[in-house]
């Protein structure tokens, strides 16, 4: 079901957070001196600015989903593009995912650049075959000759209260699948630049938005150089620890790091941003430095991205590690009912635990 | 998917049984009720608006995450599970209050499923009332799947009322569109299984109307499938039960499964975070309140003698239901912490029992923190 959204959070999904008002108009209509702004938004709305940069530059691009025209989808984040680009580029489709992403590939090899909605986390696998032995083997079965121009934004993550299979990270799956990029943006910022170049990547995107973060605000830079989309980030500088996280992680990361800071410890948090393939340069420069690393995620830790850092980490810099590197993680346990998803989810508490933990070895 | 004269309907919108050439073959089933069954079928209809009423305000008030209302559909509802018998399954879709209330199962189970305390909310092998399923169209294939056991239990055709054994699955008009629902109709067709396809044509799928899921009135869909089926106007009870009782009867019997699409329209929103206003018209909607299912058997229940008295004592008794919903939901607790790490496999695995473990722990060492310190890291 949909929509269940924000009920817990207190924000409604009507919200005039996430509808594109002024920063998304303006952008339209700005002389070209205005462009350099920085404006404040928050990541629903600055990714509803990004696809309407999309739509205007590439009228190959093509929105498509579940009530994703009149309503704008059940978090706004299309609210307004179907009035503007009309229905034939905002297209409500039919009730079936499979058909969104199979009809997706199909528009794709006709020179299209479809971007689909799918509603919810939990809803994306009556689409998984369609995504994994279709769509993110086309362009290797065609030895190169036929490119998939397809991105997958899968609202995904808990911290909302909703009903069951509203509120998962199923992001090691697809990152599991080789052909397929993963990526997932923390900061309006990234939200707005990274729904850009992954529409403009000649390759299939999972594109996941951490939905706890769609209404805070940010600043987004207008005329900014985008950060490469496979590039992780430095989110704030430290010396004693490496804590490494994407999507709605990534705040809280930054709050334990604010949290250790006060009480002596430095620490450095990365923003991975890209899931697969992983950009390990700024990990791994960080480790050397640290010697400590934390990985956490709301997924659950078996077979997960932050198994994979693990590996990788202890594979390349064994050396210059102080301690095992610690996963802090959703548990190998189906997402739990709302009331106790506060138990399941990794907070900040719990990665601080961890951070004592790496310090004591 | 206007109705036409092959719709099937008894009870007109103004409440005059007047059915329709199309509604012959079902008679004998309607004739076999007591005006006690239009009145139980009333209470029913009556019960359920005002637990639907309840659970909504339960919600805004924040005792759950969202609720999806039930309210117009009640007629479909009611008429199809009273035609259902005991030893019969049901696959319902999250909105089939209605079927739950008379299946059987205690409806706190539903605000506990929506409030976020379980997954589930009943057993149904109490009831033979499945658990509601919210990934669209997925339960169409388990209700087959049952259905194919059924038969190759025995279970069909062998003549004893009291065994012989249909399953009916409920699902809405978007559902139609997934693969899965497709899917079922093939391998229900295949297997000539013992089931009811019952469609809840509302005509929204959240914001889109049926018209993208079909070009075509849905209950044409099954036939090139080669499943019979019927329209009726679901919101009279009377088309509901008659229709459905016949083709439960004709799949316990062995002759394979049946579909029916109900005309019907929900009045609320699609869930309590849904606004409706941005996609549909307070005319199509004003249209649907005339059609009202509840009020046109009060209509014609009033034209037989029912009095205020009857009346009065349904109205009051949905009160009850609606009030003790309340004095339970409100005394709903937290789940405890140990119920995220049940039931993860049939039996206890070391690994889940060590993060169960872990996770007691760590929850117990906040209780070590000493009030001043509440807030920093124990
Ligand atoms: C596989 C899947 N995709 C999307 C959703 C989100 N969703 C919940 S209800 C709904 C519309 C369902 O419409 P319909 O089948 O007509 O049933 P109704 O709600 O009208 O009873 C959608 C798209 C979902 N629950 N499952
Ligand atoms: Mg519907």
Known sequence: MTDITTAQTGVTVDSEAIAPSSPAQSMQTAPAAAVDSIQTMPLGRALNAGLRKALQDDDRVLLMGEDIGTLGGVFRVTEGLQKEFGPQRVIDTPLAESGIVGTAIGLAMRGYRPVCEIQFDGFIYPGFDQITSQLAKITNRHEGS???????????????????????????????????RVVSPSTPNDAYWMIQEAIASNDPVMFFEPKARYWPKGEVSLAGNPVPLHASRVAREGTEVTLVGHGAMVTMLLQAAELAAQEGTSVEVIDLRSLSPIDYGPILQSVHKTGRLVVAQEAPGFVSVGSEIAATVTERAFYSLQAPVLRVAGFDAPFPPAKVESLYLPDADRVLDAIDRSLAY | MAESETTVSLLSAEGRLEPTPSAEQFLPYFEKLTEADYRQFYADMAQIRAFDAEATHLQRQGQMGLWPPSTGQEGAQVGSARASRPQDHIFPSYREHAVGLIRGIDLLGIIELMRGTTHGGWNPQETNFHLYTLVIGSQALHATGYAMGVTFDGAVGTGDPESDTAVMVYFGDGATSQGDVSEALVFAASFQTPQVFFLQNNH???????????????YLRPRGFGIPSTQIDGNDVFASYAVTAKYLDDARSGRGPGFIEALTYRIGAHTTSDDPTKYRTDDELASWVKRDPVLRLETYLRGLGADDAFFDGVRDEAADLAADIRRR?????????????????????????????????????????????????A
């Open chain 1, 146 to 180: 036929v490119s998939m121009p397809v991105v997958i934004r899968v609202p995904y993550g808990g911290h909302i209260g909703a009903i069951e299979h509203h509120q998962e990270s199923p992001e090691a799956y697809f990152a599991h699948t080789a052909g397929l």
């Open chain 2, 329 to 377: 939901t409100l005394a709903l607790g937290t789940p405890p912490v140990g119920k995220i790490f049940d039931h993860v496999y049939s039996d206890p695995h070391p690994v889940i029992e060590e993060q169960r473990e872990w996770l007691a722990q760590y929850e117990a060492s906040f209780d070590d923190v000493p009030a001043s310190a509440e807030g920093e890291r």
């Open chain 2, 204 to 218: 929204w799928a959240i914001s889109v109307p049926v018209s993208t899921q079909s070009r075509v009135p849905l």
